[in-house]
Nanobody
């Protein structure tokens, strides 16, 4: 059973930075597709960044390109999301997700059967 545990959320002022971490248990992270999603109450969960190490693929939502970086440690047990120049509109609960490769779109929630519990990010103006 895959378990994902996020950490690193918090409150920052606009322009600040945070690094989210997602620790994984029992999965071959190098062969799984990984992603970060976020959700604001009352809105649909949206994809932020995705990563497929085996194929060297990274993919970002337009709203975070140039500000966020998704990466994985060499041991392939932890997924990161480095967030710079944060904006109030980045405020959300952030979730990491994992799943075996499939033909589903990178930001389709159905692509990822495994999810963490979420970590809150709050950006004040």
């Amino acid at each position: 059973q895959v378990r994902l545990v996020e950490s690193g959320g918090g409150s920052v002022q606009a322009g600040g930075s945070l690094r989210l971490s997602c620790a994984a248990s029992e999965f071959t992270a190098a062969t799984y597709c990984l992603a970060w999603f976020r959700q604001v109450p009352g809105k649909e969960r949206e994809g932020v960044a995705s990563f497929y190490r085996h194929a060297g693929i990274t993919y970002y939502a337009d709203s975070v390109k140039g500000r966020f970086t998704i990466s994985q440690d060499n041991a392939a047990t932890t997924l990161y999301l480095e967030m710079n120049n944060l904006k109030p509109e980045d405020t959300a609960m952030y979730y990491c997700a994992a799943g075996p490769p499939s033909s589903r779109p990178w930001f389709s929630q159905a692509k990822y059967p495994y999810w963490g519990q979420g970590t809150q990010v709050t950006v004040s103006s």
